[in-house]
């Protein structure tokens, strides 16, 4: 038992040590060579708040546990504990377009590191966030802020021509295929949402009539080989069991695909956050029902004990 933690610890460490990087560089070249559309100074910015949330949660969570704070013990603890806070700041100033404003942006790093201490739901010795915190965060401020929206699809491709416009998604499906299979082990996830995205647009195209080649066409963007195999992927917020997993994948899929019909926009991002929370809900009542016959078990032996003793 001891033996399978700390290797899920290390796994986990693994990706997120893989996943920072691999953003981190994605956002240098975006704003270089690919051709992102933000100023620099959002994703500095963006991260700077994910930060200063980050430790500011952990600090109010070490007073009231009274523990000590999981980033002390020296540069690497420090490190290791701001990489999921790192993607997710990362995640949002490249996904979110607000032009010179910098507030949105600001406003959706803090909502989606504080989506991970508010909505948490019990396990069965700790608790844990059930909602993608960068998805979240994304979702909250596209309802708020009406003039912010996603990132043009093209800005991840624009200066980008021949080869290399097939390289660069070859590359992220490589990465990213590697990343969900050795360490997160999510990939189930990604294939789940690929092919329910294939069944979504053949059943749109037989009821409403949706062109097909339309309906598969985000299929070729890189916006959706981030999405899959580094936004749907979220270890800490999708089921562990490969039939879950698939299960989750393809009910995202479902959604976008209603979503679409309804003509939402933002189909992914509010497709997975609907999918998310019902899945904490399910937890949420799965353990208390649990609890319940728990106590249920417990009455009916201390009635019997009773029982006997009379």
């Known amino acids: 038992m001891t033996f399978n933690r700390t290797a899920n610890v290390t796994n986990r460490l693994g990706g997120l040590r893989r996943f920072a990087i691999a953003i981190t560089v994605f956002n240098v070249l975006g704003h270089t060579v690919f051709g992102f559309e933000q100023a620099w100074i959002t994703p500095v910015v963006s991260v700077l708040t994910a930060y200063a949330c980050e430790i500011w949660f952990e600090m109010v969570d070490c007073y009231l546990q009274r523990r000590s704070p999981r980033f002390t013990g020296g540069w690497r603890n420090l490190l290791d504990f701001l990489l ?36 948490r739901i019990a396990m069965e010795n700790h608790t844990r966030h059930f909602l993608n915190p960068s998805n979240f965060g994304i979702t909250v401020t596209l309802l708020l802020f009406p003039w912010v929206g996603i990132a043009a699809p093209y800005q ?20 990213g295929s590697f990343l969900n299979t050795k360490f997160t082990r999510r ?12 069944a979504q647009a053949l059943v749109r195209n037989l009821i409403f009539d949706t062109p097909l080649t339309a309906a598969l066409l985000p299929m070729t963007g890189v916006t959706l080989v981030l999405f899959t195999f580094y936004m749907v992927t979220d270890p ?20 976008y695909g209603a979503l679409m019909s309804l003509h939402v926009v933002f189909g992914f991002f509010f497709a997975l956050t609907l999918v998310s929370l019902a899945r904490g809900l399910m937890l949420y009542a799965h353990h208390r029902l649990a609890a319940t016959e728990e106590r249920g078990v417990a009455i009916h032996a201390a009635l019997a004990l009773g029982r006997e003793m009379a």
């Open 84 to 119: 999921s806070a790192h993607i997710t700041g990362m995640a949002c100033a490249m996904l979110l377009y607000s032009g010179s404003r910098l507030l949105p942006i600001v406003f959706a790093s803090a909502a989606a590191i504080t989506s991970k201490s508010i909505f």
């Open 156 to 175: 991840f491709s624009e200066n980008i021509h021949g080869w290399g416009s097939w390289i660069l998604p070859a590359v992220i499906v490589m990465s």
């Open 187 to 198: 990939i189930s996830v990604a294939l789940g949402w690929l092919g329910g995205f294939v």
């Open 236 to 255: 800490a917020t999708t089921p562990c069991m490969p039939r879950g997993q698939f299960l989750y994948g393809a009910m995202v899929a479902i959604t």
